[in-house]
């Protein structure tokens, strides 16, 4: 059965830093990534991570947020800077299937930003 599993979601105030976590189970992914959903918002694509580390991200993210990997440990990272109201959302890890599609994820953390 292939899992993924989130942790590191909380408060945190305006201008601060969360890392989320993510592991996963059950299979390893050529590419895996973050993606996040704010009440009344549509799902977006924040990052994603190749296995041999090449990595993507949102423009909305550039430069605040970086996503990271343990291959060995099967797990992926998300380091967040900066974290604005914008930000606050369910933040939920994925992997690709083997089409390339984002056909797994996770059950997701809540991002909560205040001031």
């Known amino acids: 059965q292939v899992q993924l599993a989130e942790s590191g979601g909380g408060l945190v105030q305006a201008g601060g830093s969360l890392r989320l976590s993510c592991a996963a189970s059950?299979?390893?992914?050529?590419?895996m990534g973050w993606f996040r959903q704010a009440p009344g918002q549509e799902r977006e694509w924040v990052a994603s991570?190749?296995?041999?580390?090449?990595?993507s991200y949102a423009d909305f993210v550039k430069g605040r947020f970086t996503i990271s990997r343990d291959n060995a440990k099967n797990t992926v990272a998300l380091q967040m800077y900066s974290l604005w109201f914008e930000d606050a959302a369910e933040y939920y890890c994925?992997?690709?299937?083997?089409?390339?599609?984002?056909?797994?994820r996770g059950q997701g953390t809540q991002v909560t930003v205040f001031s």
């Open positions: 059950g299979r390893t992914f050529s590419t």
């Open positions: 994925a992997g690709q299937g083997p089409m390339g599609t984002w056909d797994y």
């Open positions: 991570i190749t296995r041999d580390g090449r990595t």
